[in-house]
T-cell receptor, first 114, second 114 residues
Framework: KAGVTQTPRYLIKTRGQQVTLSCSPISGHRSVSWYQQTPGQGLQFLFE???????NKGNFPGRFSGRQFSNSRSEMNVSTLELGDSALYLC?????????????FGQGTRLTVV | TQLLEQSPQFLSIQEGENLTVYCNSSSVFSSLQWYRQEPGEGPVLLVTVVTGGEVKKLKRLTFQFGDARKDSSLHITAAQPGDTGLYLC??????????????FGTGTRLKVLA
């Protein structure tokens, strides 16, 4: 079955702009989590959506938001981009939003803010 | 506060050597996963350990879950250049609301020299 698909793979934006990233989870998976990965901070949890509801949120400013659609596809939006938002954004798909379930990752979207 | 600490942070070894990577926490995890990530790609799941004291083998990789389910280790025998990558442990952390947040360790960057 198809894996997790993230689009676009690469993106260059200017400071102050906003950006929307997309994630299609594995078919049948209802949980989608987003992570920001930078060399200095590692993998930082942004938020998790399950059945169109945000269930968990990390410690990121309100400029970072997301949503999930009825088909489990998820989008992440970052407004008023800052240089520090440059990172690899990863989406993870899980069958359920509970313990002991494994996460499967997409290839990520590399965002560069100039 | 980082809930999952990995050590060492960096490791550079010669092909054929053995190595061990550690993942430690002061908290109990119901399960832990190990991932390997290559540059510009998403993490790929290697294994899940669930039971305290559990040992799992995946070819030259041996994974162990601590008896108290607070720590885990990854041992690689006769490392090869293809083992080069970022190794991450991860687990579900129960939040005060009762939901689970999937968090990652600080990572161990391994380089195996031919």
């Amino acid at each position: 079955k198809a894996g997790v698909t993230q689009t676009p793979r690469y993106l260059i934006k200017t400071r102050g702009q906003q950006v929307t990233l997309s994630c299609s989870p594995i078919s049948g998976h209802r949980s989608v989590s987003w992570y920001q990965q930078t060399p200095g901070q590692g993998l930082q949890f942004l938020f998790e959506y399950f059945s169109e509801t945000q269930r968990n949120k990390g410690n990121f400013p309100g400029r970072f938001s997301g949503r999930q659609f009825s088909n489990s596809r998820s989008e992440m939006n970052v407004s008023t981009l800052e240089l520090g938002d440059s990172a690899l954004y990863l989406c993870a798909s899980k069958a359920g939003s509970f313990s002991n379930t494994e996460a499967f990752f997409g290839q990520g979207t590399r965002l560069t803010v100039v | 506060t980082q809930l999952l600490e990995q050590s060492p942070q960096f490791l550079s070894i010669q092909e054929g050597e053995n190595l061990t990577v550690y993942c430690n926490s002061s908290s109990v995890f119901s399960s832990l996963q190990w991932y390997r990530q290559e540059p510009g790609e998403g993490p790929v799941l290697l294994v899940t350990v669930v039971t305290g004291g559990e040992v799992k083998k995946l070819k030259r990789l041996t994974f162990q879950f601590g008896d108290a389910r607070k720590d885990s280790s990854l041992h690689i025998t006769a490392a090869q250049p293809g083992d080069t990558g970022l190794y991450l442990c991860a687990g579900d952390r129960r939040s005060p609301s009762g939901t689970y947040k999937y968090i990652f360790g600080t990572g161990t960057r391994l380089k195996v020299l031919a």
